[in-house]
Each structure stands twice: as C-alpha cells, then as structure tokens.
C-alpha cells in the first residue's frame, strides 16, 4: 500500500525534496491544471502581496501574474513589505524601498528561457531576491541591478531597449558611481527595454472552470 510519495522539484536541488500525503498528489490532466492554476490565483489573492500602486506604471508590472515566468512555481515576492518603511524613514530609505520592490517585480515578471540557466539556477535566483532585500543603498542596489541585467539573454531585449542600455555608464563605471538617481535611470532603461511578452498570456485571461 503507498503510503506517500518522494517530489522532487525539477532544477531545484534535492536537499527541497519532501514527502507528501497521496492525497496531494493528482494526475497531471487539463481539469487538474486548470484547478491548480486557480488555486494559485487565489493564494497570490489572499496574500494581498500584488503589485504597489507606485509600480503599476513599470511595464513588467502587466506580465508579473502572465504564465511561462522564469520564477516557476516560485511565489510573488512581497512588494509591499519591500517599500515600506519604519518611523522617521529618510526621503533616501523611501527610495531605496521603491527600487527594491522595482527590481524584485523585473525578476518576477521575466518570460521562461530569457536568463542563462547556467548562471542564474534557482539557488541563485533565491541568493539575489535576498541580495536586493538587504541593499542598504545606491551601491548595493546597482550591484544586484547588474547581476540581473547581464544574466538576460539578448534575445529578450527588444533592440532599441537593448541600444539604450548599451548607451548607459559601463558596469565598472555604474557600480563605482552609483547615485539612487543613476539606480533609477538604469532599472527604468531595463525594464522598457526586455520583451516581457514572450512566453505566454497572463492568467487574467484565462477562463476559470466550474468546480
């Protein structure tokens, strides 16, 4: 009698293995996607942790929620708690806060297969969300800001976005003299320029199905 069954989450490392009840685990048909995909909808839902009302203007604010995003089944990080700030927050501590949650909501919303797999593994991916959590400034920020900029392929830039980035300060230069106003330049540049529409509609579209 099976009592449970051994996941294993592909491309992650074995040490997130876990054991889970049969019950949790149903075969992989249409009804059953269409159900699990609903589900998720609703936990990102219930959260509450969608995207600020400050970020709605970045263009990977429309494709956070689209499916085929290089996250997978990794769920949203929370944009709000990433700008919010405590009592007597400078104008500088705001800031930081926006850019954090912007470049958090750029790596959400990129399209499956636009980043090097070789470089940017799950592991990594996990290691940077902290990375850009902890930035304490202009520096640490524009050095997480180009991690994720030179780890997307080229062919997810569309060209003119792609021909402005290159018009940008070189990496050395942008790390060596990062202002919270250059971080912002750079992140808008970014975000314009890669084609977030590639791997799939979004969810929205979807129709839900009667359960």
């Not at 074995?14 to 609903?38: A, C, G, H, K």
């Not at 980035?165 to 975000?191: E, F």
Request: charged fraction near 25%; include cysteine; charge should be neutral.
């Amino acid at each position: 009698q099976v009592n449970g069954y051994r996941v294993h989450y592909k491309e992650w490392s074995s040490r997130f293995d876990e054991w889970v009840d049969i019950l949790r685990v149903v075969e992989p048909s249409e009804y059953n996607i269409e159900v699990q995909t609903e589900l998720l909808d609703e936990y990102f839902e219930a959260r509450g942790d969608g995207v600020p009302s400050s970020l709605e203007g970045m263009a990977a604010a429309k494709y956070v929620n689209s499916i085929n995003r290089e996250r997978g089944s990794a769920p949203l990080p929370n944009f709000s708690d990433a700008i919010s700030v405590g009592p007597g927050a400078t104008i500088e501590d705001e800031n930081t806060g926006k850019l954090k949650a912007g470049l958090l909501l750029i790596e959400a919303a990129l399209p499956k297969g636009s980043v090097d797999p070789s470089v940017w593994t799950p592991e990594k991916a996990n290691s940077w969300r902290s990375m850009v959590c902890n930035a304490t400034g202009p520096g640490s920020l524009m050095g997480a800001l180009l991690v994720l900029e030179t780890s997307i392929l080229a062919d997810f830039y569309n060209p003119q976005g792609y021909y402005l980035l290159q018009c940008l300060q070189t990496p050395w230069r942008a790390q060596n003299s990062a202002s919270m106003v250059s971080v912002a330049l750079r992140m808008s540049t970014l975000d314009r320029a890669i084609k977030f529409f590639d791997a799939g509609t979004t969810r929205g579209g979807r129709k839900k199905r009667n359960r």
